[in-house]
């Protein structure tokens, strides 16, 4: 069987967005690996065991994993997917690269010294920022993107609403 247009690339975007999800995961279960990479008042609740961070974090790694899983979603199927699923795989696709994006040139620029940080920022996290979490968001929404592009055709060649139907 021949690859769906944009298969490859849905599961990139698959496994991108599940590994993010296990860090949530991981930290929403208290565990505090890579929580100085973050930073600020997020790691020290995260240290302290906060629930109401915990709780939100939870929330995040169900967020992600349904991101992740509507790439495939849209893509895999052998029947056409429903117009939500795929407006709410465009909606994640747009929503993580302009997220990813910004904040990943933002860093970059941080990074730089266009933008000057606060004298008492965390620099460390800071670059973890820019360099890996940021850029993670906006690879994950730019292969969710290129998967919805590429899949695009098969979408719109088994549409119903482009099929004709003869009566006789």
């Known amino acids: 069987m021949a690859d769906r247009p944009g298969s490859r690339l849905a599961w990139a975007a698959f496994v991108a967005g599940l590994a ?16 100085d990479t973050v930073g600020g008042s997020l790691e020290r ?3 302290a065991g906060n629930s109401a961070l915990a709780l939100i974090v939870w929330f995040s790694a169900l967020l992600k994993l349904t991101a992740a899983g509507l790439g495939l979603a849209v893509v895999l199927p052998s029947l056409p997917p429903r117009r939500l699923v795929v407006v709410a795989a465009w909606t994640a696709a747009v929503v993580l690269t302009v997220y990813g994006g910004a904040l990943t040139l933002g860093g970059l620029l941080v990074q730089a010294d266009v933008i000057h940080a606060s004298p008492d920022a965390d620099h460390r996290a800071l670059a973890w920022h820019a360099y890996f979490w940021d850029p993670w968001f906006l690879g994950w929404g730019l292969l969710l993107t290129a998967a919805l592009w590429r899949s695009r055709s098969r979408r719109s060649s088994t549409s119903p609403e482009r099929s004709t139907v003869r009566v006789r």
Do not use: P
């Not at 993010?20 to 929580?35: C, D, E, I, N, Q």
């Open 20 to 35: 993010y999800a296990v860090v949530s995961v991981a930290w929403a279960l208290g565990t505090t690996w890579a929580l």
């Open 45 to 47: 609740a995260g240290r």
